[in-house]
């Protein structure tokens, strides 16, 4: 817990208009108006009033209760909070849906990144990787 109160903060107000690319290892609320994409370490929240079209997001963690137009992915948890609207893919390791949604896309969820890069190694050594990876679980 202590790690989270010394994380800073910065809030996007209401006025607010930003487009580019947002990179950022704290925490973010945006309440304004969003677009491009987020390429973050921290966590993401967009609030009611926020309007936000991206190619992506990518953030540890992503609350939405406001409009998001484009894909979410984060390797935490993405919750969508009652009254938001989400038009884009949603990639997470837990989602959380509240009822009053508007929702449209596909949703994969994903468990921790395997330490072999795909690319790079032959497949037969890839799968023994997951084999090795998901016996170690159990």
């Keep these: 817990m202590p790690e989270k109160s010394s994380r800073n903060m910065t809030v996007f107000g ?12 704290d925490n973010l609320v945006i ?7 987020v390429n973050a370490s921290g966590s993401l929240e967009i609030e009611k009033s926020a309007v936000c079209t991206v190619d992506i997001i990518k953030a540890d963690s992503i609350v939405v209760s406001g409009q998001v137009t484009g894909n979410l992915e984060a390797k935490e948890r993405i919750e969508l909070c009652a ?55 159990r």
Excluded: C, W
Aim: aromatic share 8%; glycine share 10%.
């Design 83 to 137: 009254g938001s609207k989400v038009s884009g893919d949603i990639k997470a390791a837990r989602l959380r849906v509240a009822d009053g949604v508007e929702f449209e896309g596909k949703v994969s969820m994903v468990d921790e990144i395997p330490s072999a890069d795909l690319f790079s190694v032959a497949s037969d050594e890839y799968k023994k990787s997951l084999v090795m990876q998901t016996n170690e679980a």
């Design 31 to 37: 309440t304004g108006k969003f677009h491009g994409t």
């Design 14 to 25: 209401q006025e607010t208009e930003f487009d580019g690319v947002l990179e950022f290892s």
